[in-house]
């Protein structure tokens, strides 16, 4: 039924799930061990003389994959984006993943270099996705990644390795370590309530949310580990509706718990939309999740699941 669905080893998650959201499409090639790139540089010598200068000799600090927007991460909770000619706001958001219809929503600009502006709105702004963005003008985008451990994840993820949550937190480990590399503010989050994940849901920096513990069976509900308040769910019809709130769609999602895909996918297979968790995710991103319970005597990664995005209900 759903055999157009990839199942992906552990490796492939890793990899996948991490470059999917952080890289784009290879357009040059670059030599690691010379620092550099086998071309020249096509815009000519517009930032700077050296034409086979690989992200301002700051490969750590700065990324530019496309050869246009140079995005400065540094660990902070939102990015730098510093566009170079012909960039625009469609452009930052396919090499970001995010929906370039939701701009305004995720993309702010930060400084007129001209004008020296206390207020770069009015001046830096675009008025569509399209639009080349000024280049005197510097952006800020959101670069927050989030990890939840739910109900026994961290406990059973770093101390009984006959715990399928031990594999399943392994894996969330890596991710993280993944992002931090890349230079993303990374936020771990244990013994919080549902509550609380949801406003983590509902950051305005934030990128991509991983999470890895009990979740609904059948239901997909995430069990945060507070299980004493009133509704100890965050429920699957949780949605950054743009309707709702200034909410734009994320990159990424990854949520290793019971049925995370499940309904996800029976809708695919359907043809029909509701507020799955899928839905949350950019249609440049990627959604991870699984489609059962995962057994560690069989193989606890056999029903991860990974879908693009929707990026949102009925084009929402």
Known sequence: MFSDIPRLSLSMLVVTFAAAICSSPLIAMNDPVAGRWLTRDSLGPTDGNNLYEFASSMPVANQDPLGLWIIHRLHKRRAVAVPEPGDSAATLAFQIRFEPREYRLWMRPIADTNMHSDCPQATCMPATQFDVVPGHCIY???????????????????????????????????????????????????????????????????????????????????????????????????YRDTSQGPFYKLAGMKLLGCSTALLALQNRNLGIQTATWDTNVSTRGLFVGIEGSPNLWIWPFEDFVALPGLGGLHGN
């Open 140 to 238: 800020s985008v959101p670069n927050t990644v989030v990890a939840v451990w739910g109900q026994l994840g961290v406990t059973e993820s770093y101390y009984n390795p006959t715990s399928v949550f031990f594999w399943l937190g392994t894996n969330i480990r890596t991710e993280i370590d993944g992002f931090r590399r890349k230079g993303f503010f990374v936020q771990s989050h244990d013994n919080i309530s549902a509550s609380s994940v949801k406003r983590v849901l509902e950051g305005r920096d934030l990128v991509a949310f991983l999470y890895v513990g009990h979740s609904g069976e059948y239901t997909g509900d995430l069990l945060p580990r507070l299980t004493g308040e009133t509704g100890p769910r965050v429920e699957q019809a949780f």
